[in-house]
DNA sequence: CTCTATGCAAAAACTTTGCAGGGAT
DNA sequence: ATCCCTGCAAAGTTTTTGCATAGAG
């Protein structure tokens, strides 16, 4: 069974976690979108209790297969974790935006991610 | 009345919306703090309602007065508006650092406010 | 077979809203 | 006197937890 996405069953079984339905079906949707989802946005495509999605996404936040941050409609964004960038949250419009190539260190700090919020440039008057 | 901080009362009577004794609390409060506090952190010092501790800080967004951002304790944070500067937050210890002399420009895009998340100098091992 | 994952329902944590009374201008 | 502000209580939103059952290895 989940013969369908090699790739995804792989990711799972090379942390050597259980593969199940519901870890095959969130990393299938969080690959094909392309860009962060929340909650909201990925039950729309799948029938899972909130509670196994939330504890998935956990368990892959702890296996360092996914990122999150959350957005200012107060939900959580997650990702597949890929090469580091920002994201832009724009206060008018709400969409966000992966801001590749920003170059962000700070001496002696590990940044796992940055977030930077304010007005897109579709938003602008 | 409120005569003990002209600074504070000035930078409502500015925006013309009313003095009232609960406004001025927060504001000082947020002035003498010099970093950034949540709701948890000022009630300690002052007794008022939460609700309308909620809708002073939304009254104050909307004048432009004050800047807000979440944690990663789900909270929200909040300090007077003043020169730019990004806030980077300890996912290990739950810090909140000030960052100055960070400088991100993104062309067309205009900024109101950068978080970084990551593990801070004292965090690491 | 064993141990982890799932679903359901209830709880938690922070913020917002309705409403009636109080206060600033 | 008018309108905005405040407190209280109740509701709202997203995420988390307890517990019994189902499913993967």
Known sequence: MYEHNTKIKKLIKDKNIKLTTARVAILEILEKAKKPLSYED????????????????????KEDMINSFESNDKKRYFELKKEPHAHFICMECNSI?????????LPNYEIYNVTINGKCPDCQI
Chains 1, 2 share one sequence.
């Open 42 to 61: 990925i039950k729309v495509d799948i029938s899972m209790d909130k509670a196994t999605f939330y504890r998935n996404i956990a368990k892959f936040e």
């Open 97 to 105: 935006q992966c801001i590749k190539n920003i170059d962000i260190t």
